[in-house]
């Protein structure tokens, strides 16, 4: 397949007025809101590295390569894409980029948008629209990868990307701190971990549950993930050392983090001022629910909550609810029960301006319709 | 050359409402309105030499009531617009060909700090430099820092998504914004990201920063606050030949360091600013420097100071400096963030241009420049961020002397067409505004043109906020729709000058 042939059918999909549910790895096709489609559009099938320019630190794949495979070609010249959403590393380029899903590293190397440079879209009328380019500073027009990163398929089928590499850091360590004692204890621990200048390459802290399934033990963790030369590392390793107790882990702990989001019927985030979510951290972390899981971006403000099982997904949607979305929090979802939307979050586009631009880029609503909500 | 200024009045497609300047005065104070063409020529151009145009009116509130009170009745008449901060932009994308300049620089509140979760709200008029100073006693920085930090506003900054030599490590001004609360053109606001967490849908924020004030106007920014690195080092670098320092470039880029900032000049922009009250003790026979600053930790960046002090040498550097001190490096900086400034003394215009090539171009195109100058008999002033490949390529001139004014326009022509063809983008930081607009179809195909007409049109459906720039309404399928009688009537012709063209 091509890009001619994307915009073919979607070109034919327009003119019948036929909605289309765009598929990347289709392994995640239960997040977002229920599509109203019959018809699917897959990308599995474009794959492929397009162009890599190692010295350039920029890589342009089509949208269907999966991460692992991003990963292996990167790798033999000493590289890596610092993207690691939750879920398999099988999991599609194309997919983690319209739904702008980032994981521990997104605290150091921001979220998915910031790594997009550029990128290659079908719109809804079957268009192909370039977006961006494939240099790291680019001010030229408006800025429509950023409109189509996070736009979940909504506004356009996105078939390449350039991204941004970095080169491989020369040493990675990651450390565990055990995060036991009275909710004051650990909350003055976690200040003084964030007080001390370290720049970590990731740092989450996982509830009880999770501590449970990586084999960490039984009471919440922090893992700590220090990369860079071999003195930085070895400095902030120490430096680690002097506030809390703390224990080398494998680095593997991060994949199998991400990978505990494999057979989940709920996941959510809350996102808050960092200093207000390390205050209320230790509480949540406490919380023992069988089958959910939960961990923080201190640094981010992000506290996410995971229902592995059918029977928890009640509890973290009770948990969910009575974290009201207001002036001092956003309540994202990416996985819910379909039955629960409507309640929980009918539309996250109902308002003009991202009405708007829908209309402008998907005028039959024929893309991933209803995946964001209604558009009014 | 120059477009006639007073036969755009009786061609402007917009109807002026009859004293219009009298009602704005009753929001902002008479004062702060000025009509006679004597007081509108500050007004008349920006930071782009050669391109002048008279705006009807200027008008500056003094608070947020007042600029939605402005903004809304320039929507009830629908009068066009042009939202201006300082006027320091490099793109003519502040320039308002008889219309309303809207300018910003008197809403220069702070109007909050969060020192905890390093944040901060600020008005649009803030000047980026006094940000800085502001939370410089937090121990916090505001990252961006173009060469005009000194005078431009955080609203300019956010319309431009402005740049600056440290944004190779920490990212330019999208990636320091969290929130914006806007005032479209129609006097409607709306709260775009959010300052106490990431909001999912579409991302509006991204969209509004760099949309070169076409989509309306910024009332507060919260901005994201950067802690101040504990250890900073900064090398310069001198090489006896242009081509090593690009050579030097990659290599330092490739090992993987990412330098806080990676800077180049070439021999004669470093004779020119050693000549002038910003020298800064470059060594005056070189024919580059390079400029790397290095920091973060203090283990981390003595580590890689020592490779990046290998790299220089084997690289053919003739001498590698650490600066000892604070004084010394601001030294350092300062002839470098002057540069343009001391280009001053070698013409009385100057063409600060801005394109991007990818990092490994470097060598190739500093050859193709230096030759396309040689052919047009002018110098070309090479002083940019090479860690990132965002080249600016100056040329001093008389706009007074039109033969020089003509070689100087092919010169630059020709070098955005090398830049282009290498894979390269238009602009990496000043805009596009209206000295770009005629490059835009070399870049982007007529879908992708299309599909930022039609996003500016969902944010401005009257095209009145900046009309004219960034993307040629020819380009718009909107307008192509219209029958070919109409069209003359919509579209802006006189805007759409030769891309880069001095004019006396």
């Known amino acids: 397949m091509s890009t001619e042939s ?3 059918q979607v070109k034919e999909s327009f003119a019948s007025h036929t909605p289309l549910r765009i598929a990347g790895g289709g392994y995640w096709l239960d997040a977002g809101r229920p599509v109203r489609a019959e018809k699917t559009l897959s990308l599995r099938s474009e794959t492929g590295v397009t162009a890599y320019v190692p010295a350039d630190l920029t890589i342009t794949v089509r949208a269907g390569t999966t991460l692992a495979e991003i990963a292996a070609a990167t790798r033999e010249r000493n590289q890596w894409l610092p993207l690691d959403p939750y879920g398999t590393i099988d999991g599609s380029i194309g997919a983690t980029i319209a739904t702008a899903s980032a994981g521990p590293l997104a605290s150091s190397f921001g979220l998915p948008r910031d790594l997009v440079l550029g990128l290659e879209f079908v719109n809804g009328r079957g268009e192909i629209v370039r977006a961006g ?57 976690l200040r003084a971990i964030l007080a001390v200048p370290m720049s970590p390459y990731a740092f989450q802290l996982v509830g009880v549950s999770i501590a449970r399934a990586l084999h960490l033990g039984e009471a919440p963790v922090g893992l700590i993930r220090f990369a860079g030369n071999s003195a930085v590392v070895t400095a902030q390793a120490a430096a680690l050392a002097q506030i809390a107790n703390c224990d080398e882990a494998e680095s593997s702990k991060w994949v199998d983090l991400r990978q505990l989001d494999g057979d989940s019927h709920t996941s959510l985030r809350i996102s808050s001022l960092p200093q207000r979510v390390v205050g209320t951290a230790a509480r949540i972390l406490g919380d023992d629910v069988p089958g959910v899981f939960t961990s923080i ?69 024929i893309l991933n319709p209803g995946i964001l909500g209604d558009i009014n | 050359m120059t477009q006639p200024a007073a036969t755009r009045a009786e061609s402007s497609p917009f109807a002026y409402p009859p004293d219009l300047a009298g009602r704005l005065a009753e929001i902002v104070g008479a004062q702060h309105v000025l009509g006679r063409p004597s007081e509108l020529l500050v007004y008349n151009s920006d930071g782009l030499p050669g391109y002048r145009r008279q705006p009807r009116l200027a008008v500056f509130p003094g608070t947020r009531e007042e600029a939605i009170a402005v903004v809304r009745l320039l929507a009830e008449e629908k009068v066009p617009f042009v939202p201006r901060g300082a006027g320091t932009g490099l793109s003519g994308g502040a320039l308002a ?39 410089a006693a937090h ?29 190779l490590k920490y990212g330019v001004t999208l990636n320091h914004v969290l929130a914006i609360t806007v005032l479209l053109p129609s006097g409607e606001i709306v709260e775009l990201g959010s300052g106490v967490g990431e909001r999912d849908g579409y991302d509006l924020r991204g969209s509004f920063i760099g949309s070169e004030g076409c989509f309306g106007l910024a009332l507060d920014v919260t901005v994201k606050l950067t802690p101040k690195p504990q250890a900073v080092r900064t090398i310069l670098a001198d090489f006896m030949s242009v081509n090593q320092a690009a050579q030097v470039t990659s290599a330092v880029i490739a090992s993987g360091i990412v330098p806080a900032a990676l800077e180049f000049m070439d021999g004669p922009t470093i004779r020119v600013v050693e000549d ?105 002033c090479n002083v940019f961020h090479a860690g990132d490949g965002n080249l600016h390529p100056n040329i001093a001139y008389s706009a007074d002397d039109p033969a020089e004014s003509e070689r100087v326009h092919r010169a630059m022509k020709e070098i955005m067409q090398a830049c282009i063809a290498a894979g390269g983008s238009i602009t990496g930081e000043h805009g596009v505004g209206l000295d770009k607009m005629g490059y835009m179809e070399s870049i982007f195909p007529e879908t992708s043109l299309n599909a930022m007409c039609e996003l500016r049109s969902v944010f401005d459906p009257e095209r009145r906020s900046n009309p004219g720039k960034v993307v040629p309404i020819h380009s718009c399928r909107e307008w192509q729709a219209l029958p070919a009688s109409r069209r003359a009537e919509r579209e802006t012709p006189p805007l759409e000058a030769e891309p880069s063209r001095p004019v006396a």
Not at chain 2, 142 to 158: F, L, Q
Not at chain 2, 300 to 305: S, T
């Open chain 1, 6 to 8: 994307i915009a073919a």
């Open chain 1, 133 to 189: 380019g494939k240099v790291v500073k680019n001010v030229a027009g408006f800025d429509l990868s950023r409109l189509l990163t996070g736009s979940w398929g909504s506004l356009g089928v996105i078939t390449e990307i350039t991204l941004r590499l970095y080169a491989l850091p020369e040493v990675d360590r990651t450390f565990a701190v055990e995060l036991r004692g009275s909710e004051k204890q650990i909350a003055s621990i």
């Open chain 1, 297 to 365: 971006d201190p640094r981010r403000g992000v506290i996410r909550v995971v229902a592995g099982a059918a029977g928890a997904a009640h509890a973290s949607t009770e948990f969910a609810a009575g974290v009201e979305p207001s002036d001092a929090s956003q309540l994202v979802f990416e996985k819910l029960p379909a039955e629960l939307w409507p309640a929980v979050s009918p539309s996250v586009v109902s308002d003009p301006l991202s009405q708007g631009i829908k209309k402008a880029f998907d005028p039959a609503n």
């Open chain 2, 97 to 135: 060909d008889d219309i309303v300049v809207l300018g910003v620089h008197r809403l220069k509140k702070i109007i909050s700090v969060d020192v905890e979760n390093r944040r901060a709200i600020v008005e649009p008029g803030v000047v980026n430099l006094k940000l800085n100073r502001h939370v």
């Open chain 2, 139 to 167: 121990g916090l920085l505001y990252a961006p820092d173009p060469s005009s930090e000194s005078a431009c506003t955080i609203g300019g900054n956010v319309a431009e998504n402005a740049g600056g030599p440290h944004c």
């Open chain 2, 276 to 380: 002038s009250i910003y020298a800064a003790g470059y060594p005056r026979d070189a024919e580059a420097i390079l400029l790397i600053e290095l920091d973060g930790l203090e283990a981390g960046v003595a580590a890689d100071l020592e490779t990046v002090r290998r790299i220089c040498t084997e690289g053919g550097a003739r001498d590698v400096r650490v600066a000892r001190d604070e004084a010394e490096r601001m030294k350092l900086w300062q002839g470098r963030k002057k540069a343009f400034g001391a280009m001053g003394r070698l013409a009385p215009h100057l063409i600060v241009q801005d394109a991007v090539i990818p990092r490994t171009k470097l060598p190739e195109i500093l050859d193709i420049i230096h030759a396309i100058s040689e052919k047009h008999r002018v110098v070309v």
